[in-house]
């Protein structure tokens, strides 16, 4: 696929953009160009390659759309969004573009939200990345002070219009915990749009004794193709809790990395794929163990149906000097008709002797006697398979510790 | 001087050369070199095609750099393709007139080439370097009509059997070294079991590469006729050199139908020294194919030698019930590297594979196991079972595990598992309470750790294996 068409004159012009950030911004884009999107030659993507899957779903693509700087009415968005998410904290975000930053539950004096990209540093070095600090539109820092906890979560709503079509957009998120900090946070995708490519990149920094939950959300049915990087830096005694959603999207690959680099913190990535018509989703985990008494555990679970295909690569990576470390990964997958395909790579990298390291992966169809119990007791056969399904995925549910954020989701899936 | 080396043969039991004088081809990998091995061998004319068909097709191919293990460029011009015993040329009638040496270094390796062999009810194609010197137990397997005598031999007597099924499971222009092997490979074992026999006995070759810079590439093709039956084994040593010598060996199997082969090998080459120096890089192919329903191949190996072991003997499943196995244990110490697995690709209808691997690192190695399960649409009911346990002595040393695994058919079942641990203190100080000592309890808890391999091994293997399991990890502990 050619991208050689891309000019940031236009970014520099909507954006307002000084020197430095040109400067800065046309490196990035000089190597997105040199490497191009992804294919299936890059290890990472052998299960999904993304420049086939771009020029095929999106032939036109665009990388500059005037129209995502077009004044959004901000209580047309609001008013699509149902009452429950809007009664917590929330930013609104439009087409990329930030308009609302609501965090009316909190102390004032307890956080800090930066607008000027000053970016957390990241090893990122793919060409996604890349792209990603070429071309994005906005930037939000949170900053979250010492040993304030968030009474509410902050639902992050990612608005795209239906007027864009065939944009690429690109977007940056940090969040910095200070010490004994605590934020419940939840990307919801509401999409309106067709045929985008959106990119989201995430640099979450955990010092010590803080805790962050990240639960991500794409339940409404769109044409989009969704990529979200996310790395999390972890210190003494931390923890992470990552929850992931992935379904409505017509593509979508969630990264998440994580660098436990301190004594004693934790990180928990758990997943439901459920997917149906032509849909590709994949996760992709990568958890470094690289201090002791370090704890990791993963859980993805996949229901596909009808053409669909799920992905899961989870990796762990131990140090040597990361002894006592605990890490443990399963991933399940239901293939509900012929046609679907489940792909697993659960990997483990490890240098250090005092550990105890798991995973386990299985696929396969429901149980026939599962359901003819079911039947017997007089429920039909599509009902039998969608409660086995429910309690399948209410297994994933039950690991989200914040209760108000666990009702949402219960909500939205529809399970009781 | 004189005792540093007497110090380094005891350190590598079957570390030791036997000088017989060597026939080499040119050195270099040329043309020239390829109608050399040909015409030494007095190959007709087809095969010789089919040898170049395969370097022409190598010169457009790259190596894989995939593999965890990294090692030093190999300059393919700078080896020896081809070198035979002397003794080749004339080949002997019987043992009486093989050269004595030769018989002098099997015994040292513990292959016994005379009556105690017959005893065991064991037949020998042993291949020392590159061409077969002596085969037994002819007669016995001939009577039931089984055949087995060197790639070289097979050419000549049976060229419609070679002509039909070389290549056909490892393809001319498959992978690098597989198709390098294509090109140059100079002997190996042909084994033909007729229909609805049952081998009488399990057939063995050992290999052993003598020569100095000499690579090895050995081509073996077992075929499995209707509802028969055959257990091969293979074992393996090698004298110590500092030189890294290359093995790429294409090994064949195909399994009609109700079929089963069993493939065994206990692999101890020369590891390198201790500081990694020296040691064989074994990259061999090793693939089987359920052609037909019902049958059935089973790996077996016991990787505990070389410096790079780099393999993945693999089944594919394309006959409707046909089973795939492989039980694997590799064992690295010091800075011996290994990436070995399996690939089992599911095509036909209620196919089952069993993978069972057992790594164990010590010292600074690196051990990976890397697999594929792959279930094709079409085959229904097909069912995976995966098991890789890796164990780790010391915080020098790697495990890791890389398996993919791939799904496209909603009646299949895949299940897989894996676990990375160390010997627990407790067990350690269990058998140290009993009197054992510290390597003794660490050789006793390894052999329980690999015990669902081992008992996969036939007998006489068995035995050995377990030793080789304790001596490979002699010195990680303490």
């Avoid at chain 1, 000027?116 to 070095?125: A, D, I, R, S």
């Avoid at chain 1, 201090?291 to 993805?300: A, I, P, R």
């Avoid at chain 2, 084994?191 to 049952?198: A, C, S």
């Avoid at chain 2, 077992?222 to 509802?227: C, E, G, R, T, Y």
């Amino acid at each position: 696929m050619k991208n050689n068409n891309i000019n940031l004159e236009k970014f520099t012009s909507v954006l307002d953009l000084n020197k430095e950030q040109v400067k800065t911004r046309s490196q990035s884009l000089l190597d997105f160009n040199k490497k191009g999107f992804p294919s299936k030659k890059i290890e990472d993507w052998k299960f999904n390659d993304l420049n086939n899957i771009i020029s095929s779903k999106i032939p036109n693509l665009k990388f500059f759309n005037s129209l995502i700087i077009k004044k959004k009415d901000k209580y047309e968005i609001i008013k699509s969004i149902s009452k429950d998410l809007l009664e917590n904290n929330y930013i609104i975000s439009s087409n990329g573009i930030i308009i609302d930053v609501a965090l009316n539950y909190e102390d004032k004096k307890k956080f800090e939200i930066v607008r000027e990209p000053n970016f957390l540093n990241t090893n990122l070095n793919s060409s996604l990345d890349s792209l990603n600090r070429a071309l994005y539109l906005d930037y939000i820092k949170l900053v979250i002070k010492e040993n304030y906890k968030f009474s509410k979560p902050i639902i992050y709503i990612n608005y795209t219009s239906s007027d864009i079509e065939s944009t690429v957009l690109n977007q940056r998120f940090d969040i910095v915990m200070e010490k004994n900090s605590c934020m419940s946070i939840l990307d919801f995708n509401l999409n309106k749009s067709n045929k985008n490519f959106y990119n989201i990149n995430n640099k979450f920094l955990l010092h010590e004794g803080s805790v962050l939950k990240n639960y991500k959300i794409d339940i409404n049915e769109n044409s989009n193709l969704f990529y979200s990087k996310t790395e999390i830096d972890l210190y003494k005694n931390s923890m992470s809790e990552n929850f992931i959603l992935s379904k409505g999207s017509q593509f979508s690959k969630n990264e998440i990395e994580c660098n436990l680099k301190e004594n004693y913190s934790s990180a928990f990535v758990n997943g439901i794929v459920a997917l149906d018509g032509l849909k590709q989703h994949e996760i992709k985990t990568k958890i470094n163990h690289s201090s002791e008494h370090t704890k990791s555990y993963q859980l993805v679970k996949c229901s596909l149906k009808d053409q669909s295909k799920a992905t899961y690569q989870g990796k762990i990576y131990v140090d040597s000097v990361a002894q006592k470390t605990n890490g443990y990964q399963l991933s399940k997958a239901i293939l509900l008709n012929d046609g679907t395909e489940f792909n697993g790579k659960p990997e483990l990298e490890i240098y250090a002797d005092d550990v105890k390291c798991s995973h386990g992966s299985s696929s396969g169809n429901l149980d026939e006697n599962k359901i003819f119990y079911l039947m017997t007791r007089g429920v039909s056969k599509n009902q039998a398979k969608k409660i086995l399904i429910d309690g399948f995925f209410l297994e994933v549910i039950e690991k989200v510790t914040d209760s108000g954020v666990k009702e949402i989701i219960k909500d939205l899936m529809k399970i009781k | 001087m004189r005792e540093k080396e007497i110090d380094k043969l005891k350190e590598y039991k079957y570390g030791f050369t036997t000088d017989i004088e060597n026939i080499k081809s040119p050195k270099g990998l040329t043309k020239k070199t390829i109608e050399f091995i040909s015409k030494i061998k007095n190959e007709p004319e087809w095969m010789l095609n089919w040898r170049m068909k395969a370097f022409e097709r190598l010169q457009k191919m790259k190596e894989p750099n995939w593999q965890k293990p990294k090692y030093p460029k190999i300059d393919y011009q700078d080896l020896y393709y081809y070198s035979a015993p002397k003794t080749a040329k004339d080949k002997p009638k019987s043992l009486d007139e093989v050269d004595p040496k030769l018989i002098e270094t099997y015994k040292k390796l513990g292959i016994p080439l005379d009556e105690q062999k017959r005893l065991s009810g064991i037949a020998v194609d042993a291949v020392f370097d590159s061409v077969s010197v002596a085969t037994t137990f002819k007669d016995k397997l001939n009577e039931v009509g089984v055949i087995f005598c060197s790639i070289s031999e097979a050419i000549q007597k049976h060229p419609e059997l070679v002509k039909k099924y070389l290549g056909s499971v490892i393809p001319i222009n498959d992978h690098y070294f597989a198709t390098l092997n294509s090109a140059v490979f100079t002997d190996g074992s042909f084994v033909y079991i007729p229909e609805g026999v049952r081998c009488p006995m399990e057939l063995s070759t050992y290999f052993r590469i003598n020569a100095s810079q000499t690579g090895q590439f050995e081509r073996t093709l077992i075929i499995a006729d209707k509802n028969s039956y055959v257990s091969y084994l293979e074992g393996c040593t090698a004298p110590m050199r500092d030189e890294n010598q290359l093995h790429a060996a294409n090994v064949e199997l195909v399994a009609l139908e109700g079929a089963e082969i069993k493939y065994s090998t206990v692999q101890n080459w020369y590891p390198g020294d201790e500081d990694g120096k020296g040691g064989i890089y074994n990259f061999v192919t090793k693939r089987g194919l359920c052609k037909e329903k019902n049958s059935k191949i089973s790996w077996t190996q016991v990787e505990t030698g070389s410096a790079i072991t780099w393999k993945y003997p693999s089944c594919i499943l394309k006959g409707d019930n046909s089973v795939g196995e492989f039980y694997s244990i590799a064992i690295t110490n010091n800075h011996q590297k290994a990436d070995t697995g399996t690939k089992m690709i599911h095509l036909g209808k209620n196919t089952k594979s069993k993978i069972i691997s057992k790594g164990i690192s010590a010292g600074f190695a690196d051990n990976t196991y890397r697999g594929l399960v792959d279930i094709f649409p079409k085959a229904k009911n097909a069912q995976n079972y995966t098991q890789c346990d890796s164990l780790l002595m010391g915080n020098k040393c790697g495990a890791h595990t890389i398996p993919y695994i791939k799904n496209k058919n909603s009646d299949s079942n895949i299940a897989h598992e894996a676990t990375t641990s160390k010997i627990s203190e407790d067990q350690l100080f269990y058998c140290q309470q009993r009197g054992l000592n510290s390597e003794e309890a660490v050789s006793l808890i390894v052999n329980g750790f690999c015990k669902e391999v081992l008992q996969q091994l036939p007998m006489e293997f068995a035995v050995e294996a377990q030793k080789l399991v304790g001596i490979s990890l002699e010195g990680s502990v303490g």
